[in-house]
């Protein structure tokens, strides 16, 4: 069948049409999505696990790049019946997610948002030949934490197991104790920052596009990738292995060995030197390149295939109108501040028997909400018996200023639910948990106010701010800690219920400030 050839002006014309509709869009996208991305990468400068955030959209770009002859020979077929959801879909989901303050939400709306935009502009084929390369910015996205809390022990665990064989291989004696490793003149923990965990995810980010681009069969590819976790996870354990073998012959006075070259980046070297390795034992390279760059055979006759295809310019501006609307919601209309309905430095001395005085505020819980307001005090009994009162209250929330965070969820660890009875008529719901520090048991009962609303869980709470600041144009809340100092040689139960009868008469008075 005949192929049909276009002149050099056609094709020039053709490309010219499709710039002008392309560039709107995608300066309506930076424009809408600009806070997100902003603090998508302060993410990834601030984090050690995630710092590797930022090659993933230039890799990203890249395998778009290397089918940009497949991607010319794709007819295009806009997508109304799925791009318009999806697309709304992802723009509902970052107003969500920026109104709570979640960054999770709001990074993966950026997922949803260029696949509905895709499908809605370019269709399904264009999307399909697109789907690696807009799945692998997952990488990017903070969403990998769980994944890594639940491996990290079984990876503590199988670091010693091979650290010790290491040790015992090269003549140094040692003892395994779990996670320790008791040399003669050292003792070796694997902690959680030793597992290793947080390197696996950058060397996997690496090696699913290696895998991609350099071999041609998905056996391979699998191969690739398993190998280079599978030796990822041995240099771990050779990397404590070194630091033992180091110390107890005195070669090395710091613990990561001269230069700190044995520090965890160590397992990510390996990893990486070991897939670039790897990749190229395992390609045919008298063969062609894994990923044709050669377009699709164009014929006369088939409309679905046509080099000079021009984009659909009304879709282009209903796109773009649709993200310059969110955009201007997100950068401009704001929920508003609510003040607190009296000053908490008019709050009470005495609170039923307790008498109350002033302390400085906790550092670390003003690092960790940033409030605009709050107030510490330290009440007592007639019997002498303290209880610690703090409120951290914020006028509205935003990412970086939220009760909920990845800091204050480190409360949640190990708390449980306690129902506190107010009076006959109300009962709330409460976290408690024991904590241990310097040597001092505490019981701590904290929980979210969210206007008068007593909210324990902390997704709840997400949920709760994200429709009041959407429907109420409000993301007022506070924080309220109540703590007591717990000692053991006593075994005293007092303690508990000193705090809960101080909780008992507390939350009805702290209904007279918080709005």
Known sequence: MPVKTLSVQEVNQSRKTNLAPALIVLATFLFCYIQAITELVSFWKHSYVYSYGFLIPAISLYLVWLNKKKLKGIHLIPDYLFGLPFMLCGLL????????GV?????????????????????????????FPITYLLFMIPIWDSLMVRLQFPFQNFTAFTAAHLLQLSGVPVYRNAIFLELPNITLEVANVCSGINNLIAV?????????????SWPRRIVLVIGGIVIAALSNGLRVAMIGFLSYNGISVTLHGPGHILQA???SFVGFIVLFIGSWILSDRHSESAISLEPEPISQGNNDSHPCNTINQRICFLAAGILFIAGMYINFVNPSPVPLRSDLKLFPYEIGA?????????HNMSEMIHPDVEKERIYKTASGREVNLYIGYLESQ???????????AGFHNGASCENITINANRTVKINKVLSQKDGTSKVIYFWYDLSGTIVADRYYAKMQTAFDAVFKQRSNGAFIMVSSTVDKSKDDPRVFEDAEDFIRVLIPVLHGYLP
């Open 93 to 100: 989901l970052f107003i969500l997610g920026n109104r709570s």
């Open 103 to 131: 960054l999770v939400i709001e990074s993966l709306s950026i997922i949803v948002t260029i696949s509905g935009m895709v499908l809605l502009i370019f269709g399904k084929r264009y999307f399909l030949a697109l789907l």
């Open 204 to 216: 996997l980010a690496i090696a699913l596009p290696l895998a991609y681009v350099s071999l041609k």
């Open 265 to 267: 980046l160590f397992v």
């Open 354 to 362: 307790y008498r109350g005085s002033d302390v400085s505020a906790d």
């Open 398 to 408: 935003k990412q970086g200023k939220e009760l909920v965070n990845y800091k204050s």
